[in-house]
């Protein structure tokens, strides 16, 4: 419910920021429409609320063709990216808005006080001058506009773009810049008036906030308030409007334009980043109007805006052109302005903080980022973004509410799931691969070799080394097999007996496709055809300490070579590089018995950084699979031969360390393999 | 595989039913009525049927009276009795545990006393699957060659493994009686009352924290099926699972009921429902928490090999017709 109603006026606001970051400007009369950028803010719910869709339909239109028009390979990820633009958006509007209100009265009306005013000879200037910027802005908004006529607002921005000149500066970096420098310039010197005069609008603004509409209304509210603020726009309105008209209209022309021919234009991209400089500058003043406006904004949701903020320049990198990214480095320095007004929405909150500074490390690499993308064809990044939101989700359940209407009330599982007869629970392990796939491309960094060597069908066993007090290894093989191998076939794993006998670890490995390590278990999944792992070394493999990493142990009791001989499954050898260094272990302590734990972990970080200590290692993961054993030659009854089964398991064993050797000599570094 | 031949050696079939006011043997009933093979049907019991019978005659016996030791046989080999059928007595764990037990195990014995002296060809024994017991090593699908090293728990589950090992007795001693022990899953449909019930209605529906098995079921006309296939069946031998389709976790399953699952860490859950037991409020016995922790699922293709028994419904169907059957009687809201 709150969610609708954030969610629409996020997009409103997002909407009208995105369509003209100047354009607020225009609207100091209407101080409030800005003021709303902090409710917005408190909200900060507007991510979800495009989710949501439904209600907030209207304006996702609005936000997401500004932010997407020009990269429309990431459907998927727009999500997060739009609503994530127009909050970046947003609040430079608010300030520059308040602020430019206050400069109105004042002196600075020559640039942004009386938007109207010089709005005309602006237009003019974006026409011929910035007809670049321009046309794309008009492309972008008239796109928002057919939503709702927010033609009205969109048109005392214009006047505002000039002055910021902040979606141009893609095309003209450098002038830019300086542009919006200066109006920052000008601005600071109002705030002492405008402080005064926004704080008593914010409030009123903020209580009507209606969910969708509001946009609209509030932006031709703001025409009107704004003359009457500016002492030299009254005359002007009129000649504005129908300038603003014009340019619409051009913009509308744009767009058609631009659906004719599906190539999209760059520029859309930067204005997000360049609108905040711009209000990073007037940040400051304004900072202290914000702070006292929306004291009470949680964290949470804090941080899950910031996420969404983190999303939507993240996603710009990836579909910006090559140019487009430099571009955005180019204009580091006010992109530098930039994370600062979202530091003052934050409030100061530790995590807030730290996933700003996420943010600004990633908007730092974009060529890395680009090399990342061009590594997994595109798809990371998609992924990425899911992961993100995935995150934020995540974040969502910590509420008692979302976390049951998320997961369930044992975070387990779902009512009516189509679950497998061992347990797997497509809906739960849905939820999580987008973790698991950014373990996959970008922590571990997998790469996989050799994997078609696995048949596309019938059964097969894959018998690797195994490390670890948690199964990574398996869950990232089965994901390998999932995002990798051919047929995309469907990796079950045997688990080791004792992580089901542990609370939640059990339940959970079974509904992400584990499987207890049994005959009986082995045999029911052989016999329908299906594809096992296994981990010989067991528990002994778990417990190797960091001197021992990569040295098999022993193989069990040759288990898995009865069962293979029983139901005549061929055997594939695998090795994992990598995952024997996520959990450097330096000694077992026995103390555990008690618990029911085998031994208890050290690690050179985990009793000592408490559940931190957890994290794994992000060494560089090489798979890589052997050619299939040859085991034809026996026959079921070769089981029960106990010598016979002795000499296949070493001689498994054997070509698994092999494979393993190959990949450690291979090996350059654990970090970057 | 299924080898759907009609007994052989019983001509005109002659049963002797043990029954009780339960879904099951009710419709176990009905279903020998309509059928022509069945000579003659002789209902054993303390209680009438509540549906009106047309041609199976009804005798008052108390198997929990040490008299029905002596009476039974007389009775089998009077009415020519080629077939006896033992259905369970008790679906869920009685307060008064000394005479379920007398009912339940001590009632078997005579029961199979009783056969052997009065010449039956074939004995169908009803069982369940909590003969397997609900431990940490289970395989998720347990075969019937897992009886035998279990931990059932209440006192009535022990009764069923008790029942089992006399009817494995039984065999050796009598190798030309047919013995089959049908180990039914958790019966759940319309009108079942039984111990997974009792639990899913309870006023709290407790689930030991951080586990979340996975649990079947079995619709009550399967389980009849299952009973007359047995009779049917050319040659039936030993102990065979009948299971439902399909298996969901237990958390799904009280939601899927309109309950609220309330994770309890174990010991707590253990305390509280031993004295809730004891208070005499609560249904459901202290000894079942392990059933509510562990799996215990049974693997039924056996059956399907040897009697050709294969649900008609899946657990999802089953939770349907128990909705049903709820809220038929305002128990809960729809």
Known sequence: MAKKGLGSNPFGEAGSASRSAGGKRSKPGKGKPPQKSPAAKTGNKPPPAAKAAGASKPPRPASVPPRTGTPSPKPAAPKAASPAAPSTNKPAPGKAAAKTSSPANKPPPAKSGPPPAKAVPSKPASASGAARPAPAAAAKKPIAAPAGKAVPAPPAKPAAKPASTLPPPLPLKRPKPAATGKVEVVLPSPPP??????????????????????????????????????????PLDRPLESVLRAVQSAADEARRMEEEIPAPPP?????????????????????????????????????????????????????????ATVVQEASGAPVMDGPPPIRPQTGGSP???????????????????????????????????????????????????????????????????????????????????????????????????????????????????????????????????QNDHPAQRQLRFLVEDSIFYFPVLGPMMSRVGGVRACQENGERLLESGQLISVFPEGLLGMGKLFGERYQLQRFGRGGFIKLALRTG????????????????????????????????????????????????????????????????????????????????????????????NGLLQSRRSVLAG | MSEQKVMPRAIARRVAVTINNTPVALRLLQRLENNPAFSSILLLGTDTPAIATRRAEFHRMDLSQPQSALALPALLRERGINVFVRQRFFEAPARDAAWAHELEAIGAMYVLNAC??????????????????????????????????????????????????????????????????????????????????????????????????????????????????????????????????????????????????????????????????????????????????????????????ELGFVAKYDVQDCLRDFRKGLESRGMIRV
């Open chain 1, 351 to 481: 995590a807030a903080a730290l996933i700003n500074e996420l943010q600004a490390l990633l908007t730092s690499f974009p060529d890395e980022v680009q090399k990342l993308q061009q590594r997994t064809g595109g798809k990371g990044l998609e992924i990425g973004a899911r992961m993100l939101a995935s995150l934020r989700d995540s974040l969502s359940t910590l509420s008692p509410q979302g976390y049951s209407s998320q997961w369930g009330a044992m975070g387990m599982s779902e009512p009516g799931a189509a679950m497998d007869e061992f347990g797997l629970d497509p809906v739960y392990e849905e939820k999580l691969q987008p973790f698991f796939d950014f373990l996959y491309y970008y922590y571990f960094r997998a790469e996989v070799s050799g994997i078609e060597k696995v048949p596309a069908q019938g059964r097969c066993m894959l018998v690797v080394n195994h490390s670890g007090a948690l199964p990574y290894d398996a869950i990232m093989l089965r994901t390998a097999f």
């Open chain 2, 116 to 305: 052997a002296e009065a010449g039956v060809e074939r004995i169908i024994i009803g069982s369940s699957t909590t003969v397997y017991g609900a431990q940490r090593s289970n395989p998720n699908y347990l075969s019937e060659d897992h009886f035998g090293r279990s931990n059932p728990g209440p006192l009535l589950f022990e009764d069923r493994a008790e029942v089992e090992r006399q009817a494995i007795e039984f065999r050796k001693r009598n190798p030309q009686v047919e013995v089959a022990v049908l180990r039914f899953a958790t019966l759940l449909s319309e009108g079942v009352d039984n111990f997974m019930t009792r639990y899913l209605t309870a006023r709290v529906t407790p689930v030991v924290m951080g586990f979340d098995p996975l649990v079947q079921f079995l619709h009550a006309d399967d389980a009849v099926d299952a009973i007359t296939m047995a009779l049917d069946a050319g040659k039936v031998n030993g102990a065979y699972n009948i299971v439902g389709r399909g298996v969901l976790p237990l958390s799904a399953v009280i939601k899927l009921v309109g309950r609220m699952p309330a994770p309890v860490p174990e010991g707590l859950l253990r305390a509280g429902l031993r004295s809730a037991w004891s208070l005499g409020i609560s249904d459901i016995h202290p000894r079942m928490a392990r059933y509510l922790k562990y799996l215990w699922v049974a693997d039924g293709r056996r059956a399907e090999r």
């Open chain 1, 267 to 323: 520029a859309p991209e930067t204005p997000p980043g360049s609108p905040p400089a711009a209000a990073g500058a007037a940040m400051e003043s304004e900072a202290e109007i914000l702070i006292e406006l929306k004291p009470i904004t949680p964290d949470i949701e804090t941080s899950k805006e910031l996420l969404e903020l983190d999303h939507a320049a993240e996603i710009p990198e990836a579909a910006a052109l090559p140019e």
């Open chain 1, 193 to 234: 008036q405008s402080a005064a005069a926004t704080p008593a609008p914010p409030a009123r603004d903020g209580g009507s906030f209606p969910p969708v509409k509001n946009k609209r209304t509030p932006a031709a509210k703001a025409k009107k308030p704004a003359p009457a603020m500016d002492e030299s726009s009254i």
């Open chain 1, 569 to 660: 499954t061929p055997i594939v050898p695998a090795a994992i590089v990598g995952a024997e260094e996520i959990h450097p272990l330096v000694a077992k302590l026995r103390v555990g018995r008690s618990l029911g734990l085998p031994f208890v972990p050290v690690t050179f970080t985990f009793p000592w950084l408490g559940p931190l200590g957890l994290m794994p290692f992000p060494a560089k993961w090489r798979i890589a699979f052997g050619d299939p054993a040859p085991l034809k030659q026996y026959s079921p009854a070769d089981a029960e031969d106990p010598v016979l089964v002795q000499r296949l398991s070493m001689d498994i064993r054997g070509r698994v360390q092999e494979l393993l």
